[in-house]
T-cell receptor, first 114, second 113 residues
Framework: DGGITQSPKYLFRKEGQNVTLSCEQN?????MYWYRQDPGQGLRLIYY???????QKGDIAEGYSVSREKKESFPLTVTSAQKNPTAFYLC?????????????FGPGTRLTVT | DQQVKQNSPSLSVQEGRISILNCDYT??????FLWYKKYPAEGPTFLIS?????DKNEDGRFTVFLNKSAKHLSLHIVPSQPGDSAVYFC????????????FGTGTSLTVIP
């Protein structure tokens, strides 16, 4: 079945540690996105990538980094510079650029940093 | 600054009745609007969309209405079913910006059997 996988579903880290969240898609989509959701808030865009080896910052990129070495994969690293890393992280993908396409979401990773 | 707003955090509706979820936006550049449905601890799933050249789009029990002059859109669910209980997000996009979406804060819908 085609879809987006995020692993793990729950992740716990100590403050000061970097952590990498995985996102893989087999939909052959060109574009991929990372969002963060906090209680009572909408989804906020962290980074997005429209093509391999290229990515752009979203609204809240500070303290995060990404890479896009393969079309299928778009890992997100939450660095120790991120002041409030505890949140629900969602990865999404869409067909591509130009015409607006709906985004398909993975199941999410809940990160807790203590 | 929240460009897409859902002012009702929650809504309760009896099964079989109509559910109306509202969304307002401030950016007149938005050209495409979507509704997503989200269950707890899961990713959102796409429900229905509408382009700014239309004022209505229908898909089964779901209809989205767009009022561009009022910068307002709404999602109607008729008839509402208990399985519709979820958080609903509206989203908007500006053309030629890498398919970026701006999401509202969500409305939690509860359909009472």
């Amino acid at each position: 079945d085609g879809g987006i996988t995020q692993s793990p579903k729950y992740l716990f880290r100590k403050e000061g540690q970097n952590v990498t969240l995985s996102c893989e898609q087999n939909l052959n989509h060109d574009a991929m996105y990372w969002y963060r959701q906090d209680p009572g808030q909408g989804l906020r865009l962290i980074y997005y990538s429209q093509i391999v080896n290229d990515f752009q910052k979203g609204d809240i990129a500070e303290g995060y980094s990404v890479s896009r070495e393969k079309k299928e994969s778009f890992p997100l690293t939450v660095t120790s510079a991120q002041k409030n890393p505890t949140a629900f992280y969602l990865c999404a993908s869409s067909v591509g650029q130009g015409i607006i396409y709906e985004q398909y979401f993975g199941p999410g990773t809940r990160l807790t940093v203590t | 600054d929240q460009q897409v707003k859902q002012n009702s955090p929650s809504l309760s509706v009896q099964e079989g009745r109509i559910s109306i979820l509202n969304c307002d936006y401030t950016n007149s550049m938005f050209d495409y609007f979507l509704w997503y449905k989200k269950y707890p601890a899961e990713g959102p799933t796409f429900l229905i969309s509408i382009s700014s050249i239309k004022d209505k789009n229908e898909d089964g029990r779901f209809t989205v209405f767009l009022n561009k002059s009022a910068k307002h859109l709404s999602l109607h669910i008729v008839p509402s079913q208990p399985g519709d209980s979820a958080v609903y997000f509206c989203a908007a996009s500006i053309p030629n910006t890498g398919n970026q979406f701006y999401f509202g804060t969500g409305t939690s819908l509860t359909v009472i059997p």
